[in-house]
């Protein structure tokens, strides 16, 4: 049984034909993976963030409506009010929680030694 050296340039010119030829074959691929400027791209956090505190501020709005029609007697059904009041006080309540944890999470960073 022999044992054959192994020669460390032609080790390294196989695995770079070999990269280049899987190259060859697969630059149809590479394309692919980046972003494409003509596809909708999605939105990011900042856009996210502002459309769910105008998503409350409008079921805020509704609240306010709804039970301003109450009182002056333009309706008269106290159950659609009473959800329109909670479905504004959960919204607005998670809101001050996701502000409440990323200011948490400033802060922990800010303190972290660096």
């Known amino acids: 049984m022999t044992i054959s ?3 460390g340039n032609s080790t390294l010119a196989a695995l770079n034909a070999r990269a ?3 190259l060859q074959n697969t630059t149809s691929a590479i394309p692919s993976a980046l972003p494409n400027p003509a596809e909708p791209q999605a939105p990011n956090f900042a856009e996210r963030l502002g459309d769910a505190i105008k998503e409350v501020n409008s079921a805020q709005d509704k609240a306010n409506k709804s039970a301003y029609a109450y009182e002056t007697g333009a309706t008269d059904n106290l159950a659609s009010v009473m959800v329109d009041q909670q479905v504004s006080s959960l919204g607005f309540q998670m809101t001050m ?4 944890k990323a200011l948490t999470a400033y802060r922990d960073i800010m303190n972290m030694p660096v």
């Open 5 to 7: 050296s192994l020669s």
């Open 20 to 22: 280049a030829a899987s």
């Open 97 to 100: 929680q996701v502000r409440n």
